[in-house]
């Protein structure tokens, strides 16, 4: 099965910018999207099929993909991004969806 | 404004069958835009896909548990649901379970599917 690999975290200071990964064998040739989970509640989606960002998500919020890694951007970050961040991947060859394992980002 | 709201039972035994139910309001679960899915998540763990419908009853299902799982739709209720047939582990099934609509389109390469929209998500715990 298509195996997805995200750092377990990531720490940035308030107006930094975060980088999360995703990693996958050809990544690339698949749909990447990005969900975003606060403590106690339904993740949320804030980049879909790679690149795109759903109505009411800042534009701090960025994504892109090439080669074997999927990237999510969060430029200006703010407390209010403390959250984990899952990548979730479809796979259209195979009809399935693959989430990554997920990475707590910590606004320092 | 579209809502899903999950309902079933909160404590199951091991070995006996989950069913869970998604009701869908401000939309209607025959549009044909979307598919409509189920994912989990066991306390303190990732996000696991569960499998997506459409309203046709075509479906997705996770290779991992295809075998445990049916999925189905009721266009008169404007719901769907999942049956899942429970290990004899406790811990493998226990989870909230969300149910989400699945925005879709097709092109000549094939079927493309993004989880858009989140219902508030249902714990089920499962003891003997």
């Known amino acids: 099965s298509y195996v997805v690999t995200q750092p377990p975290s990531v720490s940035v200071a308030p107006g930094k910018t975060a980088s999360i990964t995703c990693a996958g064998n050809d990544i690339v040739s698949k749909s990447v999207h990005w969900h975003q989970q606060k403590p106690g509640q339904a993740p949320v989606l804030v980049i879909y099929?790679?690149?795109d960002r759903p109505s009411g998500i800042p534009e701090r919020f960025s994504g892109s993909n090439s080669g074997n890694t999927a990237t999510l951007t969060i430029s200006r970050v703010e407390a209010g991004d403390e959250a984990d961040y899952y990548c979730?991947?479809?796979?259209?060859?195979?009809?399935?969806?693959?989430f990554g394992t997920g990475t707590k980002v910590t606004v320092l | 404004q579209l809502q899903l709201q999950e309902s079933g039972p909160g404590l199951m035994k091991p070995s006996e069958t989950l069913s869970l139910t998604c009701t869908v309001s401000?939309?209607?679960?025959?549009?044909?835009?979307?598919?409509w899915g189920w994912i989990r998540q066991p306390p303190g763990k990732g996000l696991e896909w569960i499998g997506s419908i459409f309203h046709t009853g075509s479906t997705y299902y996770n290779p991992s548990l295809k075998t445990r799982v049916t999925m189905s739709v009721d266009t008169s209720t404007n719901q769907f649901s999942l049956s899942l047939s429970l290990t004899s582990v406790t811990a493998a099934d226990t989870a909230v379970y969300y149910c989400?609509?699945?925005?879709?389109?097709?092109?000549?390469?094939?079927?493309?599917?993004?989880?858009?929209?989140w219902g508030q998500g249902t714990l089920v715990t499962v003891s003997s």
């Open positions: 989400v609509r699945d925005s879709h389109y097709y092109d000549s390469s094939g079927y493309y599917l993004v989880s858009d929209s």
């Open positions: 979730q991947v479809w796979d259209s060859s195979l009809g399935q969806y693959v």
């Open positions: 099929y790679d690149t």
């Open positions: 401000g939309d209607s679960i025959t549009n044909r835009q979307f598919y």
